[in-house]
């Protein structure tokens, strides 16, 4: 396996050494606090802190990946009036699956069935609304490589990483349903909220229009 050199320390790949399944590395981030902070800090950071939101926690799942030999591959997804959420991807074989950290339970891991990224990202459209209940989730992203920031050392520096967010805002983005199913939208169940809210930390929560 072929791996990129990065400077973990040997307790840091001891640790990552474990999480060999990208399940295991999702058990990580659902284990760690959510990090309400306007922020954005490296994959090293969040094993040290064992803190992250969703953003921080796309990074790390990419790292994790990447360590085991997948590309660090990231999808963005863009919501009206609601929090964006970024998600890592992997294939195994000719499927797509994707890691997260959220503090919507809803918004997190799937496994690897999807024969397309937008095929994947569409799971996530039922279970994507804001404090009001509406469906926000509008767009999603090309797979963004992170292999491409490796010489900044995006995996351990103390540097913040905004610059991989600028760029994840201004790649191709792509609608997931024309404005007129767009205006038609229900708005998600009482039951729904309470179940994708479950564990929610407060301070966290996009507070909409």
């Avoid at 890592?88 to 918004?107: E, I, M, P, Q, Y």
Wanted: glycine residues 4%; proline residues 5%.
């Amino acid at each position: 396996m072929n791996r990129p050199t990065v400077s973990w320390t040997a307790d840091e790949e001891k640790a990552l050494g474990k999480m060999n399944d990208p399940w295991l590395v999702q058990e990580f981030l659902d284990s760690i606090d959510y990090n309400p902070s306007y922020e954005c800090r490296s994959p090293r950071h969040v094993l040290r802190k064992r803190s992250a939101h969703c953003f921080e926690g796309a990074l790390f799942a990419a790292a994790a990946l990447q360590f085991h030999g997948h590309k660090p591959l990231l999808v963005d997804m863009r919501a009206w009036n609601d929090d964006d959420h970024v998600i890592a991807v992997f294939r195994s074989g000719r499927f797509w699956g994707a890691v997260a950290k959220s503090n919507f339970t809803t918004l997190r891991y799937r496994e690897p069935v999807y024969r397309s990224v937008r095929e994947l990202v569409m799971t996530y459209f039922d279970f994507y609304f804001n404090l009001n209940g509406d469906k926000s989730l509008r767009e999603f992203s090309v797979p963004l490589n992170l292999e491409a920031y490796d010489h900044r050392n995006w995996q351990t520096t103390d540097e913040d990483l905004e610059y991989i967010g600028d760029k994840l805002n201004t790649i191709r983005h792509y609608r997931v349903a024309p404005p007129s199913s767009v205006a038609a939208l229900k708005r998600a169940s009482d039951i729904m909220m309470k179940a994708g809210m479950l564990g929610s930390k407060e301070e966290g929560l996009f507070k909409p229009v």
